[in-house]
């Protein structure tokens, strides 16, 4: 019914940037607060970045001032722009978007998760 589908991921060197875009496709009512988690290696799934559907945005400390979160609301998208890419910011990158279908109340539906590898 609702699917998300994340693109933009991939290997870069440190200092490198790279733009992810999360696009929500199917039958829904509307698009709330979406955002976009990471999970490295052995450890916990931490959120990144959030913006709300007015464009309220909010960040982990450890990428404030380096990665950016957008959204176009008429391609029904998502972006995490990714600038200064640290090593440490190697994971798997996942995109959530909080939906509301027209027969149910607002969930949260995931993407597929995308590489974002960082090294030299």
């Known amino acids: 019914q609702v699917q998300l589908v994340e693109s933009g991921g991939g290997l870069v060197q440190p200092g490198g940037s790279l733009r992810l875009s999360c696009a929500a496709s199917g039958s829904f009512f509307s698009i709330n607060t979406m955002s976009w988690y990471r999970q490295a290696p052995g450890k916990q799934r931490e959120l990144v970045a959030a913006i709300t559907g007015g464009g309220r945005t909010n960040y982990t400390y450890s990428v404030k001032g380096r990665f950016t979160i957008s959204r176009d609301n008429a391609k029904n998208t998502v972006y995490l722009q990714m600038n200064s890419l640290k090593p440490e910011d190697t994971a798997v990158y996942y995109c959530?978007?909080?939906?509301?279908?027209?027969?149910?109340?607002?969930?949260?539906?995931w993407g597929q998760g995308t590489q974002v590898t960082v090294s030299s």
């Open positions: 959530n978007a909080r939906i509301a279908t027209m027969t149910e109340d607002e969930h949260d539906y």
